[in-house]
Nanobody, 121 residues
Framework: VQLVESGGGLVQPGGSLRLSCEAT????????MGWFRRAPGKEREFVCA????????RHADSVKGRFTISRDNAKNTVYLQMNSLKPEDTADYYC???????????????WGVGTQVTVSS
């Protein structure tokens, strides 16, 4: 199983980025997908997650209204659209696959290696 994130980079405050995570080696539509992040010097934290069908989502309060998770089961890919980015969104972002779309990282079995997002002027 491999999860590969892409789309990170440097963006100014107020800007947008879209992260992608392509999964291989698993039956993608059978897995809930999530995004987590780890800011420098901090613990990894939940960002958002989506059910297997894509019909249900959860978002951390800190990103509600700004970040949107989506998935394309035909492409084995999950996305994270990030708008109105703030400096405090700077972190390494990780996608993960699991059987439930809970907020705890122990709900997820497979993890990507991460992509770096830096929000700075």
């Amino acid at each position: 199983v491999q999860l590969v994130e892409s789309g990170g980079g440097l963006v100014q405050p107020g800007g947008s980025l879209r992260l992608s995570c392509e999964a291989t080696g698993l039956s993608f539509s059978n897995y809930a997908m999530g995004w987590f992040r780890r800011a420098p010097g901090k613990e990894r934290e939940f960002v958002c997650a989506m059910s297997r069908s894509g019909g249900s989502t959860r978002h951390a309060d800190s990103v509600k209204g700004r970040f949107t998770i989506s998935r394309d089961n035909a492409k084995n890919t999950v996305y994270l659209q990030m708008n109105s980015l703030k400096p405090e969104d700077t972190a390494d972002y990780y996608c993960a696959a699991g059987l439930t779309y809970g907020i705890n990282d122990n709900n997820f079995y497979y993890w990507g290696v991460g992509t770096q997002v830096t929000v700075s002027s």
